[in-house]
């Protein structure tokens, strides 16, 4: 059975806690903030106010960290970089000036290492009654989502965004889609074929937000990350093939389904899936291409600079676009502001819970879950390079690993490998 927690004071400061960690930069990935600002204000921006609410939860490291040591010190290693990289660049421009950057997506690594004491402070049961608040936060943003998009239109951020591809047309809105890839998505995959119950609800839920959302790069990440999970699983345990098997029908039912339903849905995704691979793969253009080619602008920008970058500045002028402030690749503003140490130092705890994760596989251990949900997260996040967002939004994946992480600590320890589950 998940865990309660009974002292009303525990409760709210770990809610408190996933406010921070989890639901601020959710806000802040999804794009709600287009839509709380118009009651909300918030100058400082919801990276920086993540930071400074966090404050509060700052503690001493008091806890052994088990294999997670190698992290810790790449994450400490990380944020000494960022420290002096910030330094640097004040003394180029100013601090505001450095600041309006910094905080736009690259002080996530901040807000999370300062969190880390209190995640290692949880005791086995807070850890999961918190991984168990986060899982349900989710769930509430996916259903406004869905709510918004199939419902009725009740944040208003619909107007104007028809798409037409080859002639079929769509209303479409990626605003209030929360980061459900790759970390979710690998998790509800992972319990589905372990037979968690509930597992099939949720993931019925995220992957009909996915489809709704009508963005390619998440589906495809998601579809990597179901190769790889049953890939894995199907050699670690031939039993597994009937249970993937029901999983594959059931999803092919439910968009059967929803062909019925909403056929201009599919279709839709029939005529963009078809021109990705007729036009933009084919002749080199579309938004894969051009992320590709801010990230090449970006290493020919640094190229008499390459290990440390130029620092946290704009590559434009205020009023035109910018590589740094824009949300198309998140590799080219870390090559562009902390170059190949930077890239190098966001990347390594990845490796290091990767390798890790691998060696556990190969070595054959009783439950191997969590493994399966770090291996494909890495998998999708690497193919995904030109847009994935794992080297930025640190607490929603990173994070969020790190205490399935600790969870599984736990659960070693006592040799209980029964109660895996967060939903």
């Given at each position: 059975?998940?865990?309660?927690?009974?002292?009303k004071g525990d409760k709210y400061k770990i809610w408190y806690f996933v406010f921070?960690?989890?639901?601020?930069?959710?806000?802040?990935?999804?794009?709600?903030?287009?839509?709380?600002?118009?009651?909300?204000?918030?100058?400082?921006?919801?990276?920086?106010?993540?930071?400074?609410?966090?404050?509060?939860?700052?503690?001493?490291?008091?806890?052994?960290?088990?294999?997670?040591?190698?992290?810790?010190?790449?994450?400490?290693?990380?944020?000494?970089?960022?420290?002096?990289?910030?330094?640097?660049?004040?003394?180029?421009?100013?601090?505001?000036?450095?600041?309006?950057?910094?905080?736009?997506?690259?002080?996530?690594?901040?807000?999370?290492?300062?969190?880390?004491?209190?995640?290692?402070?949880?005791?086995?049961?807070?850890?999961?009654?918190?991984?168990?608040?986060?899982?349900?936060?989710?769930?509430?943003?996916?259903?406004?989502?869905?709510?918004?998009?199939?419902?009725?239109?009740?944040?208003?951020?619909?107007?104007?965004?028809?798409?037409?591809?080859?002639?079929?047309?769509?209303?479409?809105?990626?605003?209030?889609?929360?980061?459900?890839?790759?970390?979710?998505?690998?998790?509800?995959?992972?319990?589905?074929?372990?037979?968690?119950?509930?597992?099939?609800?949720?993931?019925?839920?995220?992957?009909?937000?996915?489809?709704?959302?009508?963005?390619?790069?998440?589906?495809?990440?998601?579809?990597?990350?179901?190769?790889?999970?049953?890939?894995?699983?199907?050699?670690?345990?031939?039993?597994?093939?009937?249970?993937?098997?029901?999983?594959?029908?059931?999803?092919?039912?439910?968009?059967?389904?929803?062909?019925?339903?909403?056929?201009?849905?599919?279709?839709?995704?029939?005529?963009?899936?078809?021109?990705?691979?007729?036009?933009?793969?084919?002749?080199?253009?579309?938004?894969?291409?051009?992320?590709?080619?801010?990230?090449?602008?970006?290493?020919?920008?640094?190229?008499?600079?390459?290990?440390?970058?130029?620092?946290?500045?704009?590559?434009?002028?205020?009023?035109?676009?910018?590589?740094?402030?824009?949300g198309d690749t998140y590799i080219a503003p870390i090559l562009w502001c902390e170059?190949?140490?930077?890239?190098?130092?966001?990347?390594?705890?990845?490796?290091?819970?990767?390798?890790?994760?691998?060696?556990?596989?190969?070595?054959?251990?009783?439950?191997?879950?969590?493994?399966?949900?770090?291996?494909?997260?890495?998998?999708?996040?690497?193919?995904?390079?030109?847009?994935?967002?794992?080297?930025?939004?640190?607490?929603?994946?990173?994070?969020?690993?790190?205490?399935?992480?600790?969870?599984?600590?736990?659960?070693?320890?006592?040799?209980?490998?029964?109660?895996?589950?967060?939903?």
């Amino acid at each position: 059975m998940r865990a309660t927690i009974t002292n009303k004071g525990d409760k709210y400061k770990i809610w408190y806690f996933v406010f921070v960690f989890f639901i601020i930069p959710t806000i802040q990935v999804s794009g709600l903030t287009t839509v709380i600002g118009r009651l909300i204000p918030n100058p400082l921006g919801y990276n920086l106010l993540a930071f400074i609410l966090s404050l509060p939860l700052l503690s001493s490291y008091n806890k052994n960290y088990e294999n997670l040591r190698g992290v810790i010190k790449v994450l400490t290693l990380l944020i000494i970089y960022i420290f002096f990289t910030f330094i640097f660049t004040v003394n180029k421009t100013s601090f505001i000036s450095a600041l309006t950057v910094f905080r736009h997506s690259f002080m996530q690594a901040v807000n999370l290492f300062v969190l880390l004491p209190f995640m290692f402070s949880l005791k086995k049961e807070e850890v999961n009654y918190t991984l168990h608040c986060i899982f349900k936060s989710l769930i509430i943003f996916i259903i406004i989502y869905l709510s918004n998009n199939l419902v009725y239109d009740w944040l208003g951020v619909k107007d104007s965004l028809m798409e037409n591809v080859n002639g079929v047309s769509i209303d479409r809105s990626i605003i209030g889609m929360p980061l459900i890839d790759p970390v979710w998505s690998a998790l509800l995959i992972t319990y589905a074929i372990f037979k968690v119950p509930k597992a099939n609800k949720y993931l019925f839920l995220i992957l009909l937000t996915i489809i709704i959302s009508f963005t390619r790069n998440v589906l495809f990440s998601t579809f990597i990350i179901a190769i790889t999970i049953i890939t894995i699983s199907i050699l670690r345990n031939f039993k597994n093939i009937s249970r993937t098997v029901k999983l594959v029908s059931i999803i092919l039912l439910g968009i059967s389904f929803l062909y019925i339903l909403m056929p201009n849905v599919i279709n839709f995704w029939i005529a963009k899936l078809s021109n990705t691979f007729n036009e933009d793969i084919k002749y080199d253009i579309g938004t894969f291409a051009f992320r590709e080619r801010l990230i090449e602008d970006a290493i020919y920008s640094i190229k008499h600079n390459p290990l440390f970058g130029l620092g946290y500045i704009r590559d434009t002028v205020k009023g035109e676009y910018s590589m740094v402030l824009g949300g198309d690749t998140y590799i080219a503003p870390i090559l562009w502001c902390e170059g190949w140490i930077g890239i190098t130092l966001r990347s390594l705890p990845f490796v290091i819970l990767g390798l890790n994760s691998l060696f556990n596989i190969i070595k054959g251990g009783k439950k191997y879950w969590l493994d399966l949900v770090i291996i494909a997260t890495i998998t999708a996040s690497a193919i995904n390079y030109v847009q994935t967002k794992a080297l930025t939004d640190y607490p929603l994946i990173l994070g969020i690993i790190i205490l399935l992480k600790i969870k599984d600590n736990y659960d070693r320890k006592s040799q209980n490998f029964s109660n895996y589950s967060i939903l």
